[in-house]
Structure formats: structure tokens, C-alpha cells
């Protein structure tokens, strides 16, 4: 039995829908990762299952129960905002203990769970600290603490790290990851605007996008298999670009003519009927690799980012060219303003008709 399951539930605010047929299933000890663009839903869902948003259609179930219409405090999730709201004339050991205090626990087993937190957190050191002298990332980790102490069903994480700075937020990012190993058996559902947060700590990855849910899977299976054009470019960094072209061979690889000229060829098989077909190739920034023979771009570099480790390269726009960008390795030199000629492996190049992965269709 799923930890938690939603089935076609929606949210609308009046004759506005915000958000329509969401099916998911959510097992015990998984991190789910909540992404998609600014307005698509990702805290709103959150708050559904948290019981701060109404659900205006569909159910949504902890265990097996229905819990559309149980109140917030009843349905065993705990939360952390993006703000840590920690009472600022409370220590760090009264913030922690003050919900458990609430619903008059003994003080025996309030002291223990406590102290079971803090030392998940690695905050005994700051107990008898108030919030003011703690660091922003020991302050989450407070508010993360509170939540820990409830014993919680699920947990729920509204962009927690959004309001640190970035070398904080790596650091705390690191500590969350700690934290799910050392609860193997929670069950955590995260929302975020960052990439690197999501690929890097989820279990699952839910893409959110036009009121629905645009793909679920894995880090690596929506970076590497994307369903359709709208995760390839939302997941990764840069985006992957796409290529317009024409289907001209077909069998267990596909050879596309593109629109700029050059030619593709990709793993993906396709059919005889498929010959002719308009499609859109997409390749990874970072599959891109010099080439001096059958290129799928030659282009003029109008941009370059010398980063060390990688270089970015801009391509002019041109016919057939929007915003291509390559990420080549390490350094590479005087190539601004020059004619270069780029391309990636078949098993790199996917293939998508009227939006939707070719790849689906194939396998």
C-alpha cells in the first residue's frame, strides 16, 4: 500500500483551475521532489496535502485514508516553510518542544524526542541558544528539528532553502541528505525551484507543468529519457536544444536532415511511415563535441563563457538556429566569432513529434 496516494485531485479557485488530474503514488521512505515553473502548482499541491488548500476534486489518502476533509493537525505530516518562524525569545530546545508541549506529552518523552532531533541535526551543541545567535542554515535546521520531534507520517519541505545564501544552501542541501539517510523510513516530500536540489536529493522527481503533471521518474530517467520537449529543456542546465528537421531514414537508427543544414542521426528506431515526418532533434548542451566531419550545426560562435572546467559556447542565430548553445570541456580558446562545426552521438540525440518523445512510441 502506497504511504500516500492522489487520485485525480484538482484545485480550483472559482471558475480557475490550478490544477487538474494529478495521480500520483507515493511509497514509504521516498524523497519526492515537487518542480516545475513559477504559477504551476508546486506549493498549492503541497498545501492540498498538508491540509492548509482545500481539495476541490479527487481524494487524497495517508495509509489508506481518506483525508480530503481531515483537519491539518489530524493527518500525521509535519512541515517546514520557506521561513523558519522560530519564536525568538524561545531557545532552541523550547522551539523544538513547544507543538509537543502544546499536546501535553509528558515531559519525560518531550526531553527524549528532543533529543533524539538534536542529535540528528547535530544541534546539541546550540540547545540553550535563542534563534538570534544561530546561523541561518542551523536555524532551518531548528525548523526541521520541530518537525522531526511530531514523529510525522510524512514530511512536507516548502523550498526550505531558498532564503539562504548559495554556499549555505549547499552545505544544508548536504545536511538534508543526511538527514533522509539517517530516516530511512520517512517519507519526505520536497517542493523547490532548484535544479541541482532536486536532481541531487529525490528519490522521484514530479515535473509539474499546464495544471498537470508533465512526468514522474528518477533524476537520471527524466535527464535521460525526457517524455516530452517541456522536461528536456525544464531539466538540465543549460537547457537541451532543439533543432527542427525531416525524418530521411528510418530502421533501427533515424537519420533527420535539419532545417540549418546539418544532419542527425539517432538511436532511436522509427518506422517507414515515419519517413518525411517533421520533428525536432534535442541534444544536451554537454553531448555536444567538435566535429570536422557530417555535423549536425556549423555555426559562428557569438558568445563564449570560459568557466575552467567547461567553456560555454553561443551560436549566432540563424535559419533553422534558435539559442543553441554547446558545453565543451575545459578550456577553449579564441573561438569567439569563428565557424565551428558540432556533433553528439546517436544514443544522445532524441527525437520529438509535436512535442512528445518518439522514444515512447519505440520502446
Known sequence: MSELKLTDVA??????DVLKHIDLD???????????????GKSTLLRMIAGLEKITGGTLEIEGQVMNDVPPAQRGIAMVFQSYALYPHMTVRENMA??????????????????????ILQLEPFLDRLPKALSGGQRQRVAIGRAIVRDPKVYLFDEPLSNLDAALRVATR?????????MPDSTMIYVTHDQVEAMTLASRIVVLANKGIAQVGTPLELYETPDNEFVAQFIGSPSMNLLPGRITGTGATTTIALASGGTAVSSIPTEASDEGRE??????????????DSPILTGTVDFTEALGEVTLLYFEKSEGVES?????PGVQRN???QSVSVTAAPEKVHLFHNGVSMRRHSA
Open 11 to 16: 484545485k480550483s479557485y472559482g471558475p480557475i
Open 26 to 40: 507515493i511509497d514509504q521512505g521516498e524523497l519526492i521532489v515537487f518542480v516545475g515553473p513559477s504559477g504551476c
Open 98 to 119: 513547544f507543538a509537543l508541549k502544546i499536546a501535553k506529552m509528558p515531559a519525560s518523552e518531550i526531553d527524549a524526542s528532543v533529543e533524539r532531533a538534536a542529535q
Open 174 to 182: 548536504i545536511e538534508i541528505a543526511r538527514l533522509k539517510e539517517a
Open 279 to 292: 520533428v525536432n532533434i534535442g541534444v544536451r548542451p554537454e553531448d555536444f563535441v567538435l566535429t570536422e
Open 324 to 328: 543553441v548553445i554547446a558545453k565543451l
Open 335 to 337: 573561438l569567439r566569432g
